[in-house]
């Protein structure tokens, strides 16, 4: 059994870290604060719904409920559970730190909750923000997300990313050297990459020593400027079985210590324009392991010193 994981995987599942780390099974709770995301000013990414809520009001008594009911049904299926509130959608550190500080103030105080993660582009993270990131990692296990979706430049600038690598490189480090924990965002699958291109994606971060890894499928959601560049200059999108092979070859490359927190995507199946195999989740995990099996491969069987170090 490959020792990163619990059952069958062939790669570092995060489970098996949170396992380790706190002993117990450990749930990260989305939340939603409606945060605006900065880059909508000039277009946002070719692939996002609009998030343009600039002047938030947020109502810490709402966050917190919207945590506790979902909490709720948590506990029913794994009473055991600890949780991490994820503040997930839009740019959260685009925000003021006074706006945020007193909700995670709250969050924390609440039995069960053992860290906290935060989604945000490396480009939106002030020195006040970073004063608090380092604070808030010395008082709990912090998480904070970065996208990156790809280390071409000519594919970030495409997709309208309003960052560039070096952007991402400099975040992560600067993170690194307060030794907060960095989940990187890539996608697989943007218009006109090759394999090679999503393959060097996954050694980039393997170079930058991320803690853990986020892999999705782009998918093309109803109304996004990417759906009409689709119409207008059709690209290929990857069929289940490229994916699976990008996916595995992508995890061969990886260090076995980085954590897969997720290895595909999970659309809105009502704004869902392609593709459509990405619909079926579980199907896709299992054609991975069962790839994974087939070429007897795990986790970082293709890591070389150069790899390592590129
Ligand atoms: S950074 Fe995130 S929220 Fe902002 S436009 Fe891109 S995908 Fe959307």
Not at 32 to 58: M, Q, T
Request: hydrophobic share 40%; proline share 5%; charged share 25%.
């Amino acid at each position: 059994m490959f020792k990163y994981t619990l059952d069958n995987k062939r790669y570092h599942t995060l489970n098996y870290f949170f396992r380790q780390k706190f002993k117990q099974k450990v749930v990260k709770i989305p939340i939603d604060i409606d945060a605006y995301c900065p880059n909508f000013a000039s277009g946002g990414c070719i692939f996002c719904k609009n998030r343009s809520k600039a002047n938030i009001i947020i109502d810490e008594d709402d966050i917190i409920k919207q945590f506790n009911n979902t909490v709720k049904v948590y506990d029913n299926k794994w009473p055991n559970s600890l949780y991490i509130p994820y503040f997930q959608a839009g740019t959260n550190t685009a925000l003021p730190v006074s706006k945020l500080k007193p909700i995670i103030t709250r969050l924390l105080k609440i039995p069960k909750v053992v860290g906290i993660a935060i989604a945000t582009r490396p480009d939106a993270i002030s020195e006040s923000w970073y004063n608090y990131l380092n604070e808030l990692n010395n008082q709990t296990f912090l998480m904070v997300e970065l996208g990156l979706q790809s280390s071409n430049e000519a594919t970030l600038k495409l997709i309208n990313r309003g960052h560039d690598v070096k952007t991402f490189k400099d975040t992560v480090l600067k993170l690194h050297s307060y030794h907060i924990f960095v989940v990187a965002h890539i996608i697989n699958g943007l218009p006109f990459e090759a394999k090679e291109d999503m393959v060097k994606t996954a050694k980039f971060l393997n170079s930058l020593n991320i803690d853990a890894l986020k892999i999705h499928m782009l998918y093309i959601i109803k109304d996004t400027p990417l759906a009409n560049l689709y119409k207008t200059k059709p690209f290929h999108i990857l069929t289940k079985e490229e994916y699976i092979d990008i996916v595995c070859t992508q995890l061969s490359y990886l260090k076995p210590e980085i954590v897969l927190e997720r290895i595909t995507g999970d659309p809105d199946e009502s704004l869902l324009v392609a593709p459509l195999w990405l619909t079926k989740k579980f199907v896709v995990l299992n054609d991975i392991d069962k790839e994974m099996q087939k070429r007897n491969l795990f986790q970082g069987d293709n890591l070389q010193s150069g790899d390592i170090n590129e």
